[in-house]
């Protein structure tokens, strides 16, 4: 599987993303909103962009689907329920989209950010998630428009945290130097957001740093809902969980500041 990152100089900060089959060089993309950008980036690597996998229905991951469309005459893919104008194909959990005759993604119904979003996981030796606005790097999804946090916490628990920690995260933006910023307010002096923070407060967005799960599990607040640090800095908030909360109340109160912060 081969697969390139996409950053879209836009108010957004979007990322899009092409995955090719290295045999037949047919390749998907991800959320194309910037349509030049993706295929001069297929163009240069001699890609033939055949599917459009829109994660969710928000018009920064779709908008740009009848122009690629235009231009190359892919198919639609997206969760069942989304509203999105001419989707071809209508996925559910547990659905492959296949690539060329080499990579295989494994569709995940995961809703939270809206209630009809998927992921794509790739597994093997070296896993990738694909996550749309799910998961971001040290960071979690908003359900302003269309989620809801109970179902964005149910997916994060019960679906992300059991991939394996090697799976590579790649997200639907570049939040990652704001959401370590929330990382240190909510658990002050974690050393794994610190150094993160150091290391990528000033990289480029077109050559962005790859997390894995397991070092999402150390400083992205959202995994992690016992740590003691965590639970202690909600104590006199506006959300404080009260007195040994469980590990839902404590996702609730952090999604709930992160959207004021």
């Given amino acids: 599987m081969l697969v ?3 950053y879209a100089e836009n108010n957004y900060r979007n990322f899009h993303y092409l995955i090719a089959c290295p045999e037949t060089k047919d390749a998907l993309v991800i959320d194309p909103l910037d ?4 295929l001069d980036a297929a163009a240069v690597e001699g890609w033939n962009i055949t599917q459009i996998l829109n ?3 928000h018009p920064d991951h779709i908008n740009g689907n009848p122009e690629m469309v235009k ?3 892919a198919k639609i893919l997206a969760h069942h329920g989304a509203k999105i104008p001419n989707i071809d194909i209508h ?3 547990g659905d492959i989209i296949k690539i060329g005759t080499t990579v295989e993604l494994n569709v995940m119904d995961t809703p939270g950010h809206t209630m009809s979003h998927v992921c794509a996981y790739a597994d093997g030796d070296n896993p990738a998630l694909f996550c749309g606005d799910t998961l971001f790097n ?3 999804g908003n359900c302003h428009n269309g989620g809801h946090p109970e179902e964005l916490y149910e997916t994060f628990v019960n679906q992300l945290a059991t991939l394996p920690d090697n799976t590579r995260i790649f997200p639907g933006h570049d939040y990652i130097v704001g959401n370590l910023k929330f990382s240190l307010d909510r658990e002050p002096g974690n ?4 150094a993160m923070l150091e290391k990528l407060r000033d990289q480029d967005p077109h050559n962005a740093y790859v997390t894995t799960l397991a070092e999402e599990k150390t400083f992205n607040t959202f995994f992690r809902l016992t740590s003691p640090g965590v639970i202690a800095a909600l104590k006199g908030t506006t959300q404080d969980p009260g007195d040994s909360p469980d590990e839902k109340k404590v996702f609730l109160a952090l999604r709930a500041l992160r959207n004021d912060w």
Avoid: S
Wanted: with cysteine; hydrophobic share 40%.
């Fill in 4 to 6: 390139k990152q996409i």
């Fill in 35 to 38: 349509v030049k950008r993706c």
């Fill in 55 to 57: 994660t969710h229905e």
């Fill in 71 to 73: 231009a190359t005459g």
């Fill in 91 to 93: 996925l559910k959990a």
């Fill in 138 to 140: 040290a960071g979690a």
């Fill in 191 to 194: 050393p794994a957001a610190e």
